[in-house]
């Protein structure tokens, strides 16, 4: 059977560096598996490797489409098929490293056949909270789709937006969609790496410190130039509501001080952090390391060694 390893893990946990030292080590290729890397021109908020770094690790599937594009589940993994066959084709190993936790279970199990949405449909939804306020929107939700509703929680505007998308798309709730098949697919023998911090305030120090750093070195500049280079892009695109793009797209023409901006980008990432670890949690198979640990990187080393000999 043939294998992939996955290195999985919250924003600011070390992903891309235990991801360097497993290509120092072992026959791979790194493909991203980030929601926001395969967007152009936008780099610093998605902490993408630098040029240099790119030189020596190169990343497929970063940099795929522009800003102002939609990008789906199913195209993913239809991309990362066609990357990864290439790379065993080639006697190496695919290793998927990220924290897009949608990406990483549609490699491992059925999709659900969810509608995509549209920029159309976004405005629409938007508009609807901006006029009438996020709580109407759930309670709309609750009458709908009284299934999917109580699996989200009433201030989860990304998930209640996208249950209303698919709704007003289909005119059927998001929970027709989704199916209970949790048998993973056959194909492939995954070795799972999570990168779970056992300290949650070493986590939150460093997303910290991540953000005042990615603000440092032009951030904000990095959004006005999306908006000078995409003079259509807006809140309804789907790159300008990943964490940090959308804080900042927000600030714009607001007389909100830099260090209040900053504190709303390291807030919503600490959220985002959050998410992505209860996902992990319901994860099955992982193998679990704190990304804080110096013996890490030898633990780590001798699983994959053990699980590309067996």
Partial sequence: MQKKIFIIGPTASGKTELAKFVFDNFKTEIISVDSVQIYKDMDIGAAKPSSSELERYPHHLINLIPPTESYSVSQFKEDEFKVSSNVLNNNKTPLLVGGTMLYFNALEYPMDDIPSSSDEVRVKVGNEIDEFGLSH????????????????????????????????????????????????????????????????????????????????????????????????????????????????LNSMNKKIELEDLTEMIVIATRQLAKRQLTWMRGMSHMNLFDPFSPKKENLVKSLIGKFLES
């Fill in 137 to 248: 929107l759930y309670s709309k939700l609750l009458k709908i789709d009284p299934k999917s509703a109580r699996t989200i929680k009433p201030n989860d505007k990304h998930r209640i937006m996208r249950a209303m998308e698919v709704y007003y798309i289909s005119g059927k709730p998001i929970s027709c969609f989704q199916t209970k098949n949790k048998t993973p697919q056959t194909q492939f023998n995954f070795l799972k790496i999570g990168l779970m911090p056992q300290d949650r305030s070493a986590l939150h120090k460093r997303i910290e410190l991540r953000t005042k750093e990615m603000i440092k070195r032009g951030f904000l500049d990095e959004v006005r130039g999306l908006l000078k280079d995409y003079p259509e892009l807006g809140e309804q695109h789907s790159s300008m509501r990943c964490v940090g793009y959308r804080q900042i």
